[in-house]
C-alpha cells in the first residue's frame, strides 16, 4: 500500500483517532500519581513496612523509564499500530492484576507490567497526533495531547483519594478497565498501521546500557531519602552504575554505525532545546505538586478531600490556557507564548514564598491558578517546536526520548525538593531551638508562658511541636524559591529556539 493510501482513513477519522488515543494517554498519565494517594491503605491490606509498599511506586517508575527508549525501535520494526494495541491490552489487564493482588509480591510484579507496557503510550500518542495533523495544526495538537498529560497528574491524587475513600484502593486500578477497553477499540477501528522498517538492526548493547543508567538513576532518586542518600553503600553502587552506563552509551552511540538513539536528534536544535526546558519544567512541575498535597495536609490540617479541592483551579487553569493554545497556536509566535508561561510560573513560584501557617485558602488558590496558566501555556508550545524541524521519520524516537528526559526530570525534581526540604527542616529546627530557652524575655511573658511553660515536659513539648511546624514552613518556602529560580533558568534556553516557516520539502521545514 502506498503510504498516500495508508493516510487517508487516518486522517478521514481524525477526531476519533485523537479521541482514542487520548483515552490512552489520560489513563496511563493518571495511573503516574493516582495509586501515591492509596498507598497507607495498600500498606495496612498487604501486611506491608513501609519500606516495602514504597516498591509499589519504584517498580512502576524504573519499569516506565527503561522501557520508554526502545518504543521507537519497537514501532518501526512491528508497527506503531500493533505496538500500541499490545500497551493498551498490557497496561489495562496488568491494571486489572493490580486490583486483584493478594500480597505484596504480586502488586510490585504487576505494576512493574503496567510500567514496561504502558511506557509506550505516551510518545505513541505524540507521535501520532502530530502525524495525523498538518503542521499549522500541531500546535492544536500539541494543545490536546499536553491536557492529558499535564492534567492526569494534578487530579490523580483527588480521583485516588476519592476512589480510596468511598470504595477502596483496588479501585485505582480497576477504573483503568473500562478506559482501556474503549481506547483499545477506537485504535482498532480507526488507526491505521504504520510501514515496517525491519533493516534497523536492534542496538542491544546500546539498550542495555541506556537500561542501566535509566534504572539505577531511578531506583537511587526513588530511594534515596529512604536510604539516608549518600550515607548508603546502595545510593553509592546506584550512583556508580548511572554513570558508568551513560558514559559507555555516550560513548558507544558516537562511534556505533547504527545506534540505539539516532544521533540526528541531538543535531536538531529545536528538538535538543526543547528536551533541555522540558526537562527543567518537569523538575519545576513535578517538585512543586509533590510539596503542595503535605503542605496542605500536615501543616495547615486540611482534609484530602479540600487539599484537593484547593489545587483543583490549577488544573482548571491548565484546561484554559490549552484550550487557548489549542485556538490560536497558528497565529501565535509559539516562542513568545513559552516565554509568557515561564513568567507567570515563576511569579506564582514567588508568590509561594510568602506562604504562611496562618494563612486562608486564597492566596493558595490563586498561585495555583496563575502557576497551571504558565504550565498550559508552556508545555503545547513546546511540545510542537520539538517536532517542528525534526524529519517525520524520527518523531517516534524523537518522542520516546522526550517523553523519557520529561520523566527523568520529574523524579529528579521531586528527589530535590524532598532533599532540601529534610536538610533546611533540620537545620531551621537547631536555628529556632537556640532561642528556646529561659532567658528569652518573650517565652517568659504571662500569655506565653501559659501555653509553652518551659519548666514542664507538656510546655517543651508543646514548644516543640511548634518549632516543628515553623521550621517545616521555612523549609517549604526554601523550596519553593528554589523552583522559582530553576523556571528563571529556562528563559534563556527559549532564545535557542527557532521559529519554523513553510517547508521547502515534504521532510523538512525552513527555519527563521
Known sequence: MAPAERKQPVVAHRRLVTLSVMLATVMQALDTTIANIALPHMQGSLSASQDQIAWVLTSYIVAAAVATPVTGWIAGRYGRKRLFLVSVAGFTVASLLCGIAGNLAQIVIYRLLQGVFGAALVPLSQALLLDINPREKHGSAMAIWGAGIMVG????????????????????????????????????????????????????????????????LQMMLD???????????????????????????????????????????????????SCLIIFLLGVMLYGTLALLPPLLQGLMDYPVVTAGNI????????????????????????????????????????????????????????????????????FPPLSALAFATLAPAFRTEGAGLFSLVRNLGSSIGISIVENVLARTMQASHASLAEHANPFNQALRLPGVQSMWDLHTQTGLAMLDAEINRQAAMVAYLDDFKLMMIVTLAMIPLVLLLRKPRERRTSEQPVLE
Open 223 to 273: 530511594r534515596g531519602e529512604q536510604q539516608d542518600w549518600f550515607n548508603s553503600t546502595e545510593i553509592w553502587i546506584e550512583l556508580g552504575l548511572a554513570i558508568s552506563g551513560i558514559w559507555v552509551f555516550i560513548v558507544h552511540a558516537a562511534t556505533s554505525d547504527h545506534p540505539f538513539v539516532s544521533l540526528a536528534l541531538m543535531k536538531d536544535r529545536n528538538f535538543l532545546a
Open 311 to 378: 489545587l483543583a483551579p490549577r488544573g482548571i487553569a491548565t484546561m484554559v490556557a490549552m484550550l487557548f493554545i489549542g485556538r490560536f497556536a497558528s497565529r501565535l509566535d509559539l516562542r513568545l507564548v513559552i516565554l509568557v508561561g515561564l513568567l507567570l510560573a515563576a511569579y506564582s513560584l514567588w508568590e509561594m514564598t510568602d506562604y504562611a501557617l496562618m494563612m486562608g485558602m486564597g492566596p493558595i488558590i490563586i498561585a495555583s491558578l496563575f502557576q497551571g496558566a504558565g504550565t498550559g501555556l508552556v
Open 153 to 216: 497528574p494534578i487530579l490523580g491524587p483527588t480521583v485516588g483519594g476519592w476512589l480510596t475513600d468511598n470504595y477502596s484502593w483496588r479501585w485505582v486500578f480497576y477504573i483503568n478497565l473500562p478506559v482501556g477497553i474503549l481506547a483499545f477499540a477506537g485504535i482498532m477501528l480507526f488507526v491505521a498501521e504504520t510501514a515496517k522498517d525491519r533493516t534497523r538492526p536492534f542496538d542491544l548493547f546500546g539498550f542495555a546500557m541506556l537500561s542501566l543508567a535509566v534504572g539505577s
